[in-house]
Antibody, heavy 118, light 110 residues
């Protein structure tokens, strides 16, 4: 059974960089056919797809975040990571990592709340 | 404003049937599969339907999905109070080169 777990700071200062890591267990991140994704939920708003990375390192990013977002892989640790620069209060959200297989997300992390505040 | 349009809310009585629509375009639903998720804020979303109408193991047949043209529909029958949640459709959009979620629909079981 594949499991994903987010980790990272729960509080980030405005204008700083938000960094999160997703650790994958029960399966290799270095596998064909899976896209390792980040999705967030701003309380009171809807789910928002942020982007994903393929095991080859190819990335796709949300057009609205493309200038601030960077997703990377660490195959030696079976992890992938998100960095979101120049954060504001609007980036306060629950952040989820998930595995995209054929365009759907069957496996999700439990989510982690990141608050942007001084 | 999402490119996938869902009604903000729907409601029905226990035991009844409800449908949630998801309207898109040829850039997304018209050419890509749709999946549906149930979400309780603060918890991980749960996959209900994928490939327009397929259910993962463990999802009861009270949940069904369909797609026609540039729209998709989630149907829930035999409503239970435990079905109260936010429901989202999702599809790939090739004009944006991005996955898109609908705006979400809050289901209330009266």
């Amino acid at each position: 059974q594949v499991q994903l777990q987010e980790s990272g700071p729960g509080l980030v200062r405005p204008s700083q960089t938000l960094s999160l890591t997703c650790t994958v267990s029960g399966g290799s991140i270095n596998s064909d056919g899976y896209y390792w994704s980040w999705i967030r939920h701003v309380p009171g708003k809807g789910l928002e797809w942020l982007g994903y990375i393929y095991y080859t390192g190819r990335t796709y990013y949300s057009p609205s975040l493309k200038s601030r977002l960077f997703i990377s892989l660490d195959t030696s640790k079976n992890q992938f990571s998100l960095k979101l620069t120049s954060v504001t209060a609007a980036d306060t959200a629950f952040y989820y990592c998930a595995r995209d297989q054929d365009g759907h997300y069957r496996y999700w992390g439990q989510g982690t709340l990141v608050t942007v505040s001084s | 404003q999402s490119v996938l349009t869902q009604p903000p809310s729907v409601s029905a009585a226990p035991g009844q049937r409800v449908t949630i629509s998801c309207s898109g375009s040829s850039s997304n639903i018209g050419n890509y599969d749709v999946s549906w998720y149930r979400h309780l804020p603060g918890t991980a979303p749960k996959l209900l339907i994928y490939d327009n109408n397929r259910r993962p193991s463990g999802i009861p047949d009270r949940f069904s999905g369909s797609k026609s043209g540039t729209s998709a529909t989630l149907e829930i029958t035999g409503l239970q109070t435990g079905d109260e949640a936010d429901y989202y459709c999702e599809s790939w959009d090739n004009s944006l080169s991005a996955a898109m979620f609908g705006g979400g629909t809050k289901l209330t079981v009266l």
